[in-house]
Each structure stands twice: as structure tokens, then as C-alpha cells.
T-cell receptor, first 112, second 112 residues
């Protein structure tokens, strides 16, 4: 069935290093993917949403490209900062119902 | 910025008691959602709605009912609260059609 998968539970990096958080999906409809970020004791908020196939979308230094050929929408940043420490969720919108389901989330921990 | 207000912000309930969580949005969004988040984990969809007087089951509807009496209001009802329903509950709204979710601040529910 339709689903979204995040494989890493925790990613720990030193500031200044690049990061990639994985997101893959399965759907029988046109894919609409999102990345949400949740800081401690806050609500999730939108970071990025997918555009057309193979087109990169960027916000606040983060970027992602929807690749339908590999069913992926990985989140990347070239140089992480301490303030990027948070929980990151990939989400899939079911285009026939507008149901939105989330992956299990990846906690990014950035060390000084 | 879309506003989604949840009440109460926190609640302590007794096992077997009835709990009602309320959500109100002021932006004419058609779609509303209820998610639960267990400590440090992902968001799981309980119920959602795309129009007043109609609700749809999400991925984990058992033990929960939902009510959408108007476009602005969406309630989550636990008729017989159980220990396993201790979690943070988030309400969200959306225009649908590949638009972002706007989240409320969450309700922390503790069932004792």
C-alpha cells in the first residue's frame, strides 16, 4: 500500500558537515512529498514541499529533489548548524483523498 | 499565517473516563486532521475530515471518534480513555491539493 519510509532514526554530526536524510515512498497516485521539522516542545512546521520530477526545491539552506524513478525525496544540507538539531519528518499526501501520512522521523543531532 | 488553536493544552484523565480534545481553525481550510505523537516518535494519523459533518478514518482510529460539526471545528473523542492513549495530540488544517499542513500547538494527554 501507499507509504513513506525514513530509514534513519538518529543522525549525529559535527557542525559544518553535510547531511542527507533519506525518504522513500510508495504510492499508486501522483506523489506529493513534504519535509517538516519539529524543534523540541514545538509543533511541526513545513520545511519543503516537492515540485515537479527532478526539480530541486530549497528553503533555509535545505534542499530536496523529487525523483520518481527511485521514489525518493531525500533532504540535504551542505553545512549543518547547531540550530538544525531537531526531528525531521517526511510526509506523503495521498492525492485522491488528501490524507497525509508521516514517516517515523529522523532526529538530527548537531554537535559543536 | 493560518491559525489552529487546540484546547486544552494539557489534560490529565482517568482510565475509563471520557476525554474530548478540541481544535478550531480560522482560515477556511477544508481539511482537518488529528495526529498522535508518542515521545520522540513519529506522527500517526487518527482521523481526518474534508468537509463538515463528515470524518474519515486514518491509520490508527481504534479507540477514537471524531466530530466535525462545522468547517472551523474538529474534535477528537476518547470515550473510554486508556493508559496507552497517553501521548501528545496534534490537530492540523490544510487547503488540500498539495498545500501544507498548519499545526496547532498540541495537547499533552496523560491517562492515569
Amino acid at each position: 500500500g501507499d507509504s513513506v519510509t525514513q530509514t534513519e532514526g538518529l543522525v549525529t554530526l559535527t557542525k559544518g558537515l553535510p547531511v542527507m536524510l533519506n525518504c522513500t515512498y510508495q504510492t499508486t497516485y501522483s506523489p506529493f512529498l513534504f519535509w517538516y521539522v519539529q524543534h523540541l516542545n514545538e509543533a511541526p512546521k513545513l520545511l519543503l514541499k516537492s515540485s515537479t520530477d527532478n526539480k530541486r526545491t530549497e528553503h533555509q539552506g535545505f534542499y530536496a529533489t523529487l525523483h520518481k524513478s527511485s521514489s525518493s525525496f531525500h533532504l540535504q544540507k551542505s553545512s549543518v548548524q547547531l540550530s538544525d538539531s531537531a526531528l525531521y519528518f517526511c510526509a506523503l499526501l495521498f492525492s485522491n483523498t488528501n490524507k497525509v501520512v508521516f514517516g517515523t522521523g529522523t532526529r538530527l543531532q548537531v554537535l559543536p | 499565517e493560518a491559525a489552529v488553536t487546540q484546547s486544552p493544552r494539557s489534560k490529565v484523565a482517568v482510565t475509563g473516563g471520557k476525554v474530548t480534545l478540541s481544535c478550531h481553525q480560522t482560515n477556511n481550510h477544508d481539511y482537518m486532521y488529528w495526529y498522535r505523537q508518542d515521545t520522540g516518535h513519529g506522527l500517526r494519523l487518527i482521523h481526518y475530515s474534508y468537509v463538515a459533518d463528515s470524518t474519515e478514518k486514518g491509520d490508527i482510529p481504534d479507540g477514537y471518534k471524531a466530530s466535525r460539526p462545522s468547517q472551523e471545528n474538529f474534535s477528537l473523542i476518547l470515550e473510554l480513555a486508556s493508559l496507552s492513549q497517553t501521548a501528545v495530540y496534534f490537530c492540523a488544517s490544510s487547503l488540500g491539493q498539495n498545500e501544507r499542513l498548519f499545526f496547532g500547538h498540541g495537547t499533552k494527554l496523560s491517562v492515569l
